[in-house]
């Protein structure tokens, strides 16, 4: 697609802009997703090198980070080699590993040096402001630029509200500059154009730059020295909601108002007779989105990326191949759970079956099939609780809470003014220092708290059953057809559709923390970033109705009377469990609950033991209930910028029967999403799945990886300087631009590899059921996500390439096995997947 033309579309220009520009939600509503999406139409390393040819991103490792991994052998030799030779067969397809071609490439990935310094267009053509006019741009125009932003977006953190809020973004600083005693302006010329009523684009871009040639490229610019307010801007632009407390503002009046503030600045300095930019310049930055230049260290980056992710994948495909037996249904269960499929969920699972050997857990996504919007007893706003692209038709709304939301004196907007300012600070200051220092010492629960368990309490009841209400164009609750056939979809895709245990546990999960802007992204992604409590309590209320039941029968699924479904939520902050029994007190399941609790305890108490090798600050050889007990503190330490690890290492994808992965320990790697394709023989619930599975898992993925390779230009870089800007979104100090991706604390120790999707069912079935959604096809057909199959048939293991599955033949030798927990510490250590024996 050609960007650079003679004539100047505004529309148009604005429409490419928003593509490339970051896509982060405001703070309530972090939802992952690929940072590089603008690339996603092009192959995985193509669209690499060109967002780093342009926008001067890192992505990769350094090559000394991936030579160290091979010499530590997290890279395997026979790997890297396996790499080598296919790249050098699409030269030459009768390459073998003898051939001079073979040798010439791997000394050059294992020795040849590289400038590997990473110069993107970006950004030259701003610096012609300091060059030519002796003027840093940015330096004069983002404060203020900023300031105005963050006051009119601004959530409630200010003492006072942005005048005229209700009016969009440019016609608040109209109306500003007409009613204020002073002027954002030093100059007449800008505060006049400001007020006419044609302003456009073109217009401010013909008096600053002049040659309509480069005026794409200018915007392109301007935005990118602000990546995070523009992008954020954007953002809200298309999706008001993702502020509670909604603003009108789009990205052309920021740019028209950005215009303004530097031809204010340029009269300022010059006076109104400056020559504009384009005259100025004798040799023409290079155009931004020229063809993409062939650069041989791209391509060694690339072998050693592919053999660093494969050097993992291969022991776990190894793990797999061969016919696997499902895993027998016990003759009799004790209990059954539906976990979410998060990753941090696996490992609490692998414990739970461990202590319990006749339970079995499934893995969906963790708004349990239920879409809606939830509104706490007097909560102002209603917030989503499901995936971030659906738009639910359904309220929940929540009554009789007993637990009200605590409040501390400390917390107070009023320390802000001037009189009771001074008076708090003098009196509550004091203790405020007092309990700061008790803290350190003895952290514990506080109204500062994210506290995952107060988003809904357990008391309360919920309206979950439609009675003829609407509110906001939503039905309050949801109808009895409504209701099944989303319990039907959750039970048939995961396979559970007969065999029930006398209890269903439903389990949601969260994260508590304290301190850090960043915990919605410790909460559900498929609940918006929010405690899935509330939707294990709905599922749970669905499946326990009669009248469900008695339709569920009709279609296939008989639910025994003797049979209930308890909603609970994990805190994988903290480990602990609640359950919400408003349906058990009365049942005879009741003594068979209290004889479950000690086990979900005891393997929460496990998984944090297992939580604690990646903590620095815990001792994992403590007894395992002072290691709870620390874990515990951590969540609510003022001081601890790592509460959790979040979704670190994650790499796989697992859709299939336990039988697939039961036998490996994969430490927290994988997402796994319960399936068994031999009740889906066309892949009906395959797509559902994957529909979501992909960009879900796929987002989580790649912001992990790119917020890992360059923290600081598509990460967020570290916590510390990090200030709260409106309640929406982070920057460094109070005049930096807003910081998108993920903060160096949840990526440090992140292995920066693709994740791969393991399906099991027919290759065939599975090619045509990715071929028939293209979004999700275009993930997989440019390898922004890796997908192997597995035949239940035959054992046969294939990998998809340039649209086809081929067979995928594992390297030799065997993986490791384990007896004990000490031996699993240790494989953790040295990052193997490893065959577990009881």
Known sequence: MELNTIEFDESKSLERLKHFLPGQASLKDFVHHNTLHAFQHDRFYAGLQQASQIFGYTTYLSLDEYRSYYASRKIIPEVLDRVILAYCKKSNPNATAQDPLFHNWKERVLNQEYDIEVRGVIGKGRKIWKDSYGLNMNKVVHPTLFRLLSGFLDQGISLWTFPNNGLPFLEGIKSLEENGLVSFFKSKRSRQLLMETDIS???????????????????FEQQFAHPGWSGFVAV??????TLLSPRQVSLKELIILELLLEIDAMDHKFGPDWKPWSEMVSTPPEPLFQKTTYSEV????????????????????KGMQGVNPPVTQQKKVSFQGLFCIDDREYSFRRHLENVATDCDTYGTPGYFGVEFYFQPEDGKFHTKACPAPVDPGFLIKEKGRKNGFKKDIHY????????????????FGFWSALRLFVNIFKPGISPATAYSFSHMDKHAQLGIEYQGKEEAGLKVGFEVAEMVTRVRNVLKSIGLTENFAPIVYIVGHGGSSVNNPYYAGYDCGACAGRPGAVNARVFSYMANKPEVREKLKEEGITIPESTIFIGAMHDTTRDEIEFYEEDISDSPQALLHEENKPLFHKALSLNAKERSFRFDTVNSQWDQEKIHQEVKKRSVSLFEPRPEWNHTANALCIVGRKGLYKHLYLDKRP??????????????YLMNILSAAVPVCGGINLEYYFSRVDQQKLGAGTKLPHNVVGLFAVANGIDGDLRPGLP?????IHDPVRILFIIEHDPDVVLRVIQSNPSVYEWIANEWVLLTVKNPENGMIYRFREGIFEPYVSLGGELKKVKNEIEIQSAFYKNDPVLITN
């Open 744 to 748: 160096s604390q949840m990526v440090e």
């Open 298 to 317: 791209h391509e060694v980056l690339q072998l050693w990326q592919e053999a660093f992710e494969w050097s993992y994948f291969d022991g776990v495909l």
């Open 671 to 684: 997402f796994i999403n319960s399936y068994d394709c031999s009740q889906d023989p066309d892949g009906k």
């Open 412 to 427: 107070t907007k009023h320390s802000h003014s001037l009189f009771r300012g001074w008076l708090i600070s003098n009196t």
């Open 201 to 219: 684009i073109e217009k401010l871009l013909s008096l600053l730059i002049a040659n309509k040639e480069w005026y794409d490229d200018y915007i």
């Open 236 to 241: 809200v632009e298309k999706q008001p909601s």
